[in-house]
């Protein structure tokens, strides 16, 4: 019943409503209501910094543990994977006086990852993804399981473009039962392994997420989970360019997110190298032709008088260049987006 009273405290707070801390004294003005989950309620407000994420929950533990991961991802290089923490505290609020925890972060602005990927394309999703396995690189190094990975909880930030989570609520320590998941993205559901918070956990939520934003209707598992993942992978042109990564990242082939972006990264070469070899001999074997209509024509100056043919001025060059362009385009985005 008290856990009830206090989350309805939680939940209370209107805009123009104030908050203020009851150790650190900061005082936070509420705007709106941006999410409310399991264990809290997320609401937008100005602060003396600015403008922040507000979390307020009853769950003191939960409030605690999330404080943690935050500090854990604000150490060297994995500080880019979650949002920054400004501060953590209680407030005392209602007719009862009652205390309820919250923690402020910064507030991260952008279009979350299907939306992004929907509106600049699927080539992204490798680029995104390469990104997002670097930083989980370094969040398993400090001994940290995100646990609930899903497009829900990825913001891509920017310009420069760079892939940011905003939920760390499901973080769970390694060796640790996962303490919160997402069925259509939880290994458990699927059959593939146990919820033991380990690496391959998250790698095989990474996978689930490269499905989903190209086959954006989540699907209910069949009678045969392993068969039915792997047909959605070779049937989509896209999964398939990446069938071997995917596949590893589903069977826990991979130990790291290391190898996983390894894999992307040799994958999306040899994808762009089979494009060159195509289109080069496309236009090698344009030119022979060419040649070969050129002799005919010289042995036969009648016929060529006849009839004369309309040639498309550097089709095939053109279209050479614009695939060069856009290969090189990406990996200056690539780049730019690896080392930000």
């Not at 040639?311 to 080392?339: C, D, H, N, R």
Request: charged content about 20%.
């Amino acid at each position: 019943m008290k856990k009830a009273a206090s989350m309805d405290l939680a939940c209370s707070f209107k805009p123009g409503d104030s908050l203020k801390g009851k150790w650190n004294q900061n005082t936070y003005r509420i705007i709106k209501q941006l999410g409310k989950g399991a264990n809290g309620v997320v609401y937008l407000a100005v602060s003396a910094r600015g403008q922040v994420a507000l979390k307020v929950s009853d769950d003191t533990m939960s409030i605690t543990s999330e404080v943690n991961v935050l500090k854990a991802f604000s150490k060297a290089r994995s500080k880019a994977m979650g949002p920054s923490l400004f501060d953590a505290d209680d407030t005392v609020c209602g007719s009862a006086k009652q205390t309820i925890s919250f923690y402020a972060m910064e507030y991260v602005q952008g279009p979350l990852l299907q939306d992004y990927v929907q509106k600049r394309g699927e080539e992204w999703i490798t680029v995104l993804m390469i990104q997002l396995l670097t930083d989980l690189s370094f969040l398993h190094q400090e001994g940290w399981i995100f646990g609930d990975l899903k497009p829900e909880n990825l913001i891509v930030a920017g310009p420069p473009a760079k892939i940011r989570c905003i939920d760390v609520g499901g973080t769970t320590k390694q060796g640790r039962a996962i303490k919160e998941y997402t069925e259509f993205f939880d290994r458990g559901y699927w059959g593939f392994g146990s919820r033991k918070a380990e690496p391959t956990y998250d790698l095989f939520a990474v996978a689930m997420i490269m499905i989903n934003c190209v086959v954006t209707q989540k699907f209910k598992k069949s009678e045969h989970p392993k068969e039915q993942l792997f047909s959605v992978i070779e049937k989509n042109t896209y999964l398939n360019r990446y069938k071997h990564v995917l596949q590893s990242a589903l069977s826990g082939s991979y130990l790291s997110a290391d190898e996983m972006r390894n894999g992307l990264l040799s994958a999306g070469q040899k994808g762009t190298n089979r494009v060159v070899r195509q289109q080069s001999y496309t236009q090698g074997s344009g030119n022979s032709r060419t040649t070969r209509v050129r002799s005919q024509r010289s042995s036969n100056p009648n016929r060529m008088a006849k009839k004369q043919k309309t040639k498309k001025p550097g089709g095939g060059i053109a279209e050479t260049m614009l695939i060069v362009i856009s290969i090189v385009a990406l990996y200056f985005a690539y780049i730019i987006l690896f080392l930000a």
